[in-house]
């Protein structure tokens, strides 16, 4: 811990320097929540992407993991549509390693071998925008986020009271209905939402190989936020809990994927508490969270319990943001959290520090460092630097380097077998090492976009199973660098065009290529409307060919169209088609994925 009071000192005689900047140009503000600085996404060194509520509207996604599709760099695996374990990865990181957030609260599952997160049952409905934060931001939020950070930010509460209601039928007996409510008055604010999905689904595994079993989904969440403001502070709360039940088929080390009565149900209820008030004329910002997570899964063969799994997160969080100036910030805290499974629990605490300013109104970066110690037993040091320089009022450079870790799970560090005596007590936190160069432009006077970012990036350290102890032992390195290439472009008033692209070398230290990564993957949206109540959205979407521990994938290209018309201000009838041409692909080997499938919807609104 030593070092952050040394950078701490380090960076005081640079403030006391620190000249106020006049600056009246601006570019208009996109607030990332993910940073823990509510920055400006413009005045960001590191690579961000935000999928709004609109995109997923115009979309059609039922997902999260189908919106997430659409972002480069980040790769989504699924053990077959409609419920099939969903893991994402970005840059080449492990599933492991991204940090995924509700509203800031962690909701990975502890009691998971590699603690990620199957995002297969998320709904949408009332997500109000995705942030992705590329690269490591463990110095900022610790283990876990060497891939990147995903924070899912649901819908604030609105000043003024409404209602929503979303309902949509379709192929596979698919069946949805979402809904939101919202009441406020001058000083306090309630919002309410409930999701559900069911569907009889298709077989996860692919009917190709002569399986004929459908494996349903059923999944519903539940939302309740509420905000309150007294004597100039502000309280607000948060419980969300989902449930899930899905049917799935098996898989053996010799058999590959079998066709098999699975089925696993699941619950999730995160809480949090969140306590803010300025002082010093707003230029200090105190905030406290308290936040709980606790995920409980079971799984049965031929309706009889196989095996079961609860896993718990508690946290207590502060954050002082402290503005010197209108070019000078600070962001600090500390934390403690406390995750437990299977009657054993670790606990970890943190501090961190963030240093930002503005050297002119086209110059800034930001510094960082962060300590954690676990159970006074293992500690990490992660620095983080990033830059950006606008070169006129349309272009822009952005630069960041940074170091990450992922702690061992509890799994990791007590399963042993296969006549080991004990668990490996010497495991290491998986590190890494990275940086990125980007450049972005967006002109002033139409609707376009474009910015390209190159990256590489170096994990060591790298958990996993071995035979030869009976347990777990760093025994990897992963390799990847590439490039991104995010798009906007309005062709007309009625047509604009987007996409991205990724191009990704991923490899062992063997040389060997990652399983389950596309060497190039990218998406196109045309969004096409005509006149003022009709809109024609389509998505096409490419995944090259990728290794897999039992075969190769095929690359594939599907394409899918949505078509909404304006009833009246407040409805909207929509209409889907999912995999147009019928493409027959993978997503994993020996997974099926959905043929061409229909849905239509409706969505209406009061207030």
């Known amino acids: ?90 840059r080449g990181a492990s599933s492991d390693q991204t940090l995924v957030l509700i509203d800031g609260v962690p909701i990975s599952d502890p009691s998971s071998p590699g603690g990620g997160y199957d995002f297969s049952s998320l709904l949408t409905s009332n997500i109000d925008r995705i942030e992705i934060l590329k690269g490591s931001q463990s110095t900022l ?3 876990d986020a060497i891939g990147g950070v995903i924070n899912i930010v649901t819908f604030e509460n609105a000043s003024i009271p409404n209602i929503h209601l979303n309902t949509e039928i379709g ?166 959290e406390e995750v437990a499974t299977s009657g054993v629990d670790f606990d970890t605490r943190s501090i961190f520090l963030l240093y930002e300013t503005l050297i002119s109104k086209n110059f800034g970066f930001s510094l960082g460092l962060r300590g954690d110690d676990r159970n006074n037993l293992a500690s990490q040091e992660t620095p983080k630097i990033t830059a950006f320089y606008n070169l006129n009022d349309e272009w822009r450079l952005r630069a960041n380097w940074g170091e990450g870790f992922k702690l061992p799970t509890i799994f990791q560090s007590t399963f042993f077998c296969c006549g080991a005596e004990k668990p490996n007590e010497n495991l290491l936190p ?44 760093n025994i990897k390195k992963v390799y990847s660098k590439g490039v991104e290439v995010n798009f906007v472009s309005q062709l007309k008033d009625n047509i604009t065009i987007s996409g991205s692209f990724t191009k990704l070398d991923s490899e062992n230290e063997f040389g060997s290529r990652l399983s389950r990564l596309p060497e190039e993957k990218g998406n196109l949206n045309i969004d096409f409307s005509l006149g003022l109540k009709n809109n024609f959205y389509i998505s096409l979407f490419y995944n090259g060919d990728e290794v897999d521990p039992r075969g190769e994938v095929s690359d594939w290209f599907r394409s899918d169209l949505n078509f ?39 969505n209406l609104s009061a207030g």
């Not at 059609?60 to 980040?74: D, M, R």
């Not at 300025?278 to 997570?293: H, M, T």
């Not at 474009?450 to 777990?472: A, E, K, L, P």
Request: aromatic content about 14%; proline content about 0%; overall charge negative.
């Open 1 to 90: 811990m030593l070092f952050i009071w040394i950078f701490f000192l380090l960076f005081n005689s640079i403030i006391l320097q620190a000249q106020v900047i006049d600056d009246t140009s601006k570019p208009d503000e996109i607030i990332v929540k993910s940073t823990r600085s509510n920055s400006n996404v413009y005045q960001l060194g590191s690579s961000v992407e935000i999928i709004s509520a609109e995109e997923i509207k115009k979309n059609s996604f039922n997902f999260v993991s189908e919106a997430l599709q659409t972002s480069s760099g980040v790769y989504v695996s699924q053990t077959g549509s409609f419920g099939g374990t969903a893991t994402v990865r970005i």
């Open 141 to 143: 939020w610790g283990s």
């Open 171 to 336: 192929s596979f007996n698919t069946e949805k209905i979402g809904t939101d409510f919202n009441i406020a008055n001058e000083h306090n604010s309630l919002f309410l939402s409930y999701d559900s999905y069911k569907s009889d689904g298709i077989s996860k595994a692919d009917k190709r190989d002569g399986n004929s079993e459908k494996d349903g989904i059923g999944s519903r969440s539940y939302l309740l936020k509420t905000n309150h403001n007294i004597f100039n502070s502000e309280i607000s709360s948060n419980i969300n809990y989902r449930e899930s039940d899905v049917d799935y088929d098996g898989y053996g080390f010799a058999t590959g994927v079998t066709d098999s009565d699975e089925n696993t149900k699941g619950r999730q209820l995160n809480w949090s508490l969140l306590l803010r008030k300025a002082f010093l004329d707003d230029q200090l910002v105190n905030s406290i969270l308290f936040g709980e997570s606790e995920i409980d899964r079971k799984y049965y063969t031929n309706n009889i319990l196989n095996f079961s799994a609860k896993g718990e997160r508690r946290f207590i969080r502060y954050v002082g943001n402290y503005s010197l100036n209108d070019n000078n910030s600070f962001t600090f805290g500390f934390e403690n």
């Open 430 to 473: 998986e590190t890494s090492e990275g940086y990125e160069i980007g450049i972005d432009y967006k002109s002033n006077e139409n609707f376009n976009k474009i910015g390209v970012t190159f990256f590489d990036q170096d994990i060591s350290n790298m958990i996993d199973f071995s035979f030869s102890i009976g347990g777990y032992e």
């Open 564 to 602: 909404s018309r304006n009833i009246s201000d407040k409805a909207k009838i929509y209409f889907k088609v999912k995999n147009i041409f019928d493409e027959e692909y993978q997503d994993i080997y020996g997974y099926g994925t959905e043929e061409r499938s229909f849905s239509i919807g409706i």
